[in-house]
C-alpha cells in the first residue's frame, strides 16, 4: 500500500496511478512557484526545485509534522515538496515512492529509512538519475547522501537511560518498546542505551519489542511485555507512537502505572495529558518541525550546488541560520545535526506546540 500525502490511501492496483500522480506534481513544478517577494532565505537557490520527502510512512503523526517543516521550507524557496511513502514502516512500501521521485525527475529526495541498507539500491538509481539524497530522521548506509540527525545519536541513547535511571533509583528490570526492529536510528539510539546500561549494574535490561512505528500492535507488545515481566520497573519508549500508546495505556491501569516507569521520546502534544496525570515525569524531543525545515533547506541547497557532502561545507537553512557538514563518523557518513533535545517535564510541557 501506497500513500500520498493528503490521507490519501492507495491499493496495489492503483498503484500506477498513484506513480502518475507523483509525476504530475512533480511535473507541475517545471512551472515554478515564485518565492516570497524579498525573502532573503533562498540566496543562491534555484527556483522551482521538486523534493519529494518520503518519510517512514504517511500515519505517524512525528512523521506529518516533519514533513510540514520541509514544506515551509520549499515554500520559503520557491519550490515545492511532494510527500509520497508507504502506510507500514518498511523499506519495500518506500522504494514505489523512490521510483515515482525517478519518473517525476525530482531535484531531490529526502527520506526516513526505514531500514539501513534495502533501500540503497534504488536510491542508488535516484543519485544516478541526478538526484540528490538527503535522508533525515532514521539514516541509510548508502553513500552520497547528507544525513540531518535530529541530535547527537550517543547524547540520545545515553540520556534515555540516565532520564529512567534517576526515576527508578538506578534499580530493576526494564525494557524497550521501540519502532520497527529494522529502522537505523532506534537501533543507533539502543545501541548507546546498551553501552550506558553498563554504567548501572543494577538495571537489567530484559527485553526489546517492536510496535512498528504502529499504535495497535505497539500495545499488543506492551501487553504482552508487561504480563512476561511482571517486575518490570521501567519502560524506555525512543519513538512518539510508542510513547504515547505505553502512556495511554498505563493512565488507565493506574495499578500497573504504580509499577513501572515510562519515559522515551514523545511528542509534547501527545504526552501532555499524562504528564499532567502523573503518568509519566519526564521525557524528551526535538522539534521534528525543526527537523524536516533543515533537511528542505539541506536538500535545496545540494540540488543547487550552493552545499555539498563536503565536510566544513556551510549553507543557510532560513530561520534556523547556518549550519556546518559534519565529517564522517562511524556508520555515519557526512551529516549535519540539528541541536540537543530538549527535556519535557510538568514545568514546561504546555510551552510546546508540536
Ligand atoms: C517516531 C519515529 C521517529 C523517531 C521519533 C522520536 O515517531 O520512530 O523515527 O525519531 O519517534
Given at each position: ?310 565536510p ?12 556546518t557538514v559534519l565529517p564522517p563518523s562511524?556508520?555515519?557518513?557526512p551529516s549535519v545535526v ?17
Amino acid at each position: 500500500m501506497m500513500q500520498l500525502s493528503g490521507g490519501r490511501r492507495i491499493g496495489s492496483a492503483a498503484l500506477a496511478a498513484a506513480l502518475i500522480i507523483g509525476v504530475t506534481a512533480a511535473c507541475s513544478s517545471s512551472t515554478k512557484t515564485s518565492a516570497p517577494t524579498g525573502s532573503p532565505t533562498g540566496t543562491g537557490i534555484k527556483k522551482g526545485l521538486t523534493v519529494y520527502f518520503i518519510p517512514k510512512d504517511t500515519q505517524n503523526p512525528y512523521e506529518v509534522i516533519a514533513d510540514q517543516g520541509g514544506q515551509t521550507a520549499l515554500q520559503e524557496l520557491g519550490g515545492k515538496v511532494v510527500v509520497s511513502s508507504g502506510t507500514s514502516d518498511t523499506a519495500a512500501a518506500q522504494i514505489p515512492s523512490i521510483q515515482a521521485a525517478i519518473q517525476a525527475r525530482a531535484d531531490a529526495i529526502v527520506i526516513a529509512g526505514n531500514d539501513p541498507s534495502a533501500l540503497c539500491p534504488s536510491l542508488g538509481q535516484a543519485f544516478a538519475a541526478g538526484i540528490k539524497i538527503v535522508s533525515f530522521d532514521s539514516d541509510v548506509t548508502c553513500p552520497n547522501h547528507l544525513f540531518i540527525n535530529q541530535a547527537n545519536t550517543e547524547q540520545i541513547g545515553t540520556s534515555e537511560v540516565d532520564v529512567l535511571a534517576k526515576q527508578i533509583n538506578s534499580t530493576g528490570q526494564i525494557a524497550i518498546l521501540s519502532a520497527a526492529a529494522t529502522a537505523t536510528n532506534q537501533n543507533a539510539w539502543i545501541g548507546f542505551m546498551k553501552k550506558q546500561l553498563t554504567k548501572y549494574p543494577n538495571m537489567k535490561l530484559v527485553k526489546t519489542v517492536y510496535g512498528n512505528d504502529d499504535p495497535a500492535t505497539s500495545l499488543t507488545v506492551l501487553q504482552g511485555l508487561l504480563s512476561a515481566y511482571p517486575n518490570l520497573k521501567g519502560i524506555i519508549s525512543p519513538t512518539t507512537v510508542g510513547i504515547s500508546t505505553a502512556a495511554r495505556y498505563l493512565s488507565t491501569h493506574k495499578d500497573i502505572a504504580a509499577k513501572v516507569t515510562l519515559t522515551g521520546l514523545g511528542l509534547p502534544s501527545q504526552m501532555k495529558p499524562y504528564i499532567h496525570d502523573g503518568t509519566v515525569q519526564s521525557f524528551e524531543l526535538w522539534n521534528p518541525n525543526d527537523l524536516g525545515y533543515l533537511a528542505g533547506y539541506a536538500a535545496a541547497s545540494l540540488a543547487s550546488g550552493s552545499a555539498s557532502l563536503t565536510p566544513g561545507t556551510k549553507f543557510t537553512a532560513g530561520k534556523l541560520k547556518e549550519y556546518t557538514v559534519l565529517p564522517p563518523s562511524g556508520d555515519t557518513g557526512p551529516s549535519v545535526v540539528l541541536g540537543p533535545p530538549t527535556v519535557f517535564d510538568k514545568s514546561n510541557v504546555d510551552q510546546f506546540n508540536f
